[in-house]
């Protein structure tokens, strides 16, 4: 499947658009929303997690693969959705979450009530040392990876995200293919690909180790747990199995994969994955423990940023590995208001990242509201819905010593909660995502920020990508051109860098 001249549009379903009157996006509204899509010119959507699960992480907690959330609607209503795409020439790609699964999951659920189930060996179940953990390791959400095993006293399980993701053990046979099944589902069903979500992170360390044992506190084990050699081996194993049977898009993401491991994910001998999301640019002004880490006052630079995105460009090219290149997606702020000016500047600021994705040696992503400059929102404590934003709100006071308010500026700036807004269609109640109380705030600048009144005005941002988006279409030296950097240490006027 050609995924090098595709553009790919993401949708977060739970904001995108409400058909049936709860305040939850749903897959009967995306239907009502396709004209728009194909519109734009739009190859493919991406799927954020539409499957069963009990929405501790919003979906990237499965407790049923083979059946969609009642939330979003039915099995039937994905089947309407996925043959209305097909007549329109648009293909789905779903979101595949197989690092772990919900705690619901019924594997999981055997463990918790049957001590000598076989399913304990499709997680790590480990003893702990004394009364504390098996090992030191840090969730990415902070606090302990580990949570305790109710069925035995000295027992844990490896929870690296939320106590409610249960880490799966990839070295167990089973666990390789049940995941092939799941995939195989779909494929059958006539999806077009997956995004793997973080699956840099499916091997770990044998042995479990702890990372730094000499320091106090819990440790950011990234080296044992990230873009370890058996998870190349696992995903050319099942690549190899489903590729004999169908042709598909995979695209990778890995949490803090350089250049070295996507060279490896994603190149084109390997017999891995099509492409790997790129995380650099919008980590350039955190710290090494992620975009919670604020304690050096990380910045980014124009220079910076520029610099970024030539090594990225000149070193997939060199190395013969495809990138897939986005400005905004469900887990970071809006770009335009992190790295533009969402104020005087915002739809020029909109349109200069449209450009410059969409020209980009790459695959382009572009995320729900994107492309009418949706901005971040001002969210209060009791309005956020993200569980990283509340939990690390409380860690970074108990583990760093920040006193609240200093804790809530750190998670306003930063939490997901910006990106997953309801899609601003109109002036109208709600912004016209619903009829209904949304499930989150709606920005409240959507009276002056939606779809209707950008296409009124003689700078429309949509338009503007629609145009690029063309452009892109219209010349292939856009899509698999030779990339060569100019002005590489120019500056541009520091005015306008926010």
Not at 443 to 472: F, H, M
């Amino acid at each position: 499947m050609d995924y090098k001249n595709k553009v790919i549009y993401q949708i977060w379903p739970r904001s995108f658009q409400d058909s049936n009157h709860d305040g939850i996006g749903d897959l009967r509204g995306i239907l009502q929303r396709l004209d728009h899509l194909q519109d734009l010119g739009i190859d493919m959507i991406w799927l954020s997690p539409v499957y069963c699960s009990p929405n501790t992480d919003y979906g990237y907690d499965i407790s049923d693969y083979y059946s969609i959330h009642p939330d979003f609607g039915t099995m039937d209503d994905f089947d309407a959705l996925l043959a209305e795409c097909k007549k329109r020439g648009m293909g789905i790609i779903m979101d595949l979450v197989a690092n772990h699964t919900s705690d619901q999951h019924p594997w999981f659920q055997a463990c918790l009530n049957d001590v000598n189930s076989p399913y304990r060996d499709c997680y790590y179940f480990r003893e702990g040392i004394g009364s504390k953990e098996p090992n030191n390791w840090i969730s990415m959400f902070g606090g302990s990876a580990w949570t305790k095993d109710p069925l035995k006293p000295q027992s844990w399980y490896l929870t690296t995200f939320t106590p409610h993701q249960c880490d799966l053990n990839w070295e167990n046979p089973r666990v390789r293919e049940e995941v092939a099944n799941v995939m195989r589902f779909w494929l059958e069903k006539g999806v077009s690909g997956f995004r793997m979500d973080v699956i840099n992170t499916i091997a770990k360390q044998p042995g479990l180790p702890s990372w730094h044992p000499e320091k106090k506190g819990y440790q950011f084990a990234k080296d044992l747990m990230t873009n370890l050699p058996k998870s190349h081996e696992y995903i050319q194993e099942l690549i190899g199995k489903l590729s004999q049977d169908f042709d598909f898009i995979t695209i990778g993401e890995g949490m803090m994969a350089d250049n070295d491991a996507c060279a490896l994910y994603a190149g084109e001998d390997r017999g891995e994955l099509n492409m790997m999301i790129m995380f650099d640019l919008h980590l350039q002004d955190c710290g090494p423990l992620g975009k919670y880490d604020f304690r050096k006052l990380y910045h980014w630079t124009i220079p910076g940023f520029k610099s970024i995105i030539f090594r990225w460009q000149s070193d997939s090219q060199k190395r013969n590995y495809w990138v897939a290149n986005y400005m905004n997606n469900h887990d970071q702020p809006r770009s335009i208001s992190r790295f533009g000016n969402d104020s005087r500047y915002r739809i020029e600021s909109a349109k200069a990242f449209a450009l410059m994705n969409l020209t980009l040696r790459g695959t382009p992503l572009i995320y729900q509201g994107e492309e009418i400059g949706m901005t971040n929102c001002r969210l209060e404590k009791d309005e956020w819905r993200d569980y990283e934003a509340i939990n690390i709100y409380s860690t970074l006071q108990t583990m760093m010593h920040l006193p609240k308010f200093i804790a809530k500026k750190v998670v306003q700036r930063m939490t997901r909660d910006h990106a997953r807004t309801p899609v601003q269609w109109d002036e109208s109640d709600y912004a016209g995502f619903s009829d209904h109380q949304p499930w989150i705030k709606v920005n409240p600048n959507y009276k002056q920020i939606n779809l209707k009144q950008d296409l009124g005005l003689e700078t429309s941002i949509c338009r503007w990508y629609k145009q690029v988006i063309a452009l892109r279409k219209a010349y292939t030296a856009l899509n698999t051109g030779i990339m060569k950097p100019v002005l590489k240490k120019s500056q541009t006027d520091p005015r306008l860098c926010p």
